[in-house]
């Protein structure tokens, strides 16, 4: 059974930082993209950030300086380094993994998915 868990995610203030998780287990992680998607109350889901097999990283220009994905495929763990949150990345934040090596930037391209860590920044 494929399992996507994310944690981290909490209430902080804006300028602050919060660092998300999520471990995958029952597929072979490695061979595959991952990447984090959020999706705000009332808005439609976006990517945040997403890297593929060969570690290649793609990075949304709202927050490209200020978060970093990694993943290591030892632990079968994907990371999300979000430091200078601002209010507008308040959001629910998920974990989410194709099928294929290369990345999308489409959320239906992605077939396992976390079930979410609220991230919320205040001002």
């Known amino acids: 059974q494929v399992r996507l868990v994310e944690s981290g995610g909490g209430s902080v203030q804006a300028g602050g930082s919060l660092r998300l998780t999520c471990v995958v287990s029952?597929?072979?992680?490695?061979?595959?993209?991952v990447g984090w998607f959020r999706q705000a109350f009332g808005k439609e889901r976006e990517r945040v950030a997403n890297i593929d097999s060969n570690g290649r990283l793609r990075v949304a220009d709202s927050v490209r300086d200020r978060f970093t994905i990694s993943r290591d495929n030892a632990v079968n763990t994907l990371y999300l380094q979000m430091n200078a949150l601002k209010p507008e990345d308040t959001a629910m934040y998920y974990c989410?993994?194709?099928?294929?090596?290369?990345?999308?930037?489409?959320?239906?391209?992605?077939?396992?998915w976390g079930q979410g860590t609220q991230v919320t920044v205040s001002s």
């Open positions: 029952g597929y072979n992680y490695s061979r595959y993209c």
């Open positions: 989410a993994s194709t099928q294929g090596a290369s990345c999308t930037l489409i959320p239906a391209d992605y077939i396992y």
